[in-house]
């Protein structure tokens, strides 16, 4: 029941810049790390940038371009992307480690979710 939708995606021109949305939806307790990924075709999955109770950690490839950040009352991480460049081109995908109750509130249940993904194209 509970979903994680990005949103944001699309094509822009190199140098340019684009933002990124993750929404959580659905009923949950507490949404704990929130992570960005990013997947190009016939490449390895990488972290793009997550937030934790540490902090903010980023991937070295986007380091000083890219900044996440949560909004906890909107259930809402964002990524906002700057000096994109076409090695970023990729499918985005957005992570959370959601905590949940049981219907009779004796226990709480981790649940790793991943979104749809939103595609990210960067042209030069």
């Known amino acids: 029941q509970v979903r994680l939708v990005e949103s944001g995606g699309g094509s822009v021109k190199a140098g340019g810049s684009l933002r990124l949305a993750c929404v959580a939806s659905?009923?949950?307790?507490?949404?704990?790390?929130m992570a960005w990924y990013r997947q190009a075709p016939g490449k390895m999955r990488e972290l793009v940038a997550a937030?934790?109770?540490?902090?903010?950690t980023y991937g070295d490839s986007v380091k000083g371009r890219f900044s996440m950040t949560r909004d906890n009352a909107k259930n809402t991480a964002y990524l906002q992307m700057g000096g994109l460049t076409p090695e970023d081109t990729a499918v985005y995908y957005c992570?959370?480690?959601?905590?949940?109750?049981?219907?009779?509130?004796?226990?709480?249940?981790?649940?790793?979710?991943w979104g749809q993904g939103t595609q990210v194209t960067v042209t030069s």
């Open positions: 659905g009923t949950f307790v507490t949404l704990k790390s």
């Open positions: 992570k959370a480690e959601v905590v949940s109750m049981d219907v009779a509130w004796t226990r709480t249940t981790e649940r790793e979710l």
């Open positions: 937030i934790n109770y540490d902090g903010t």
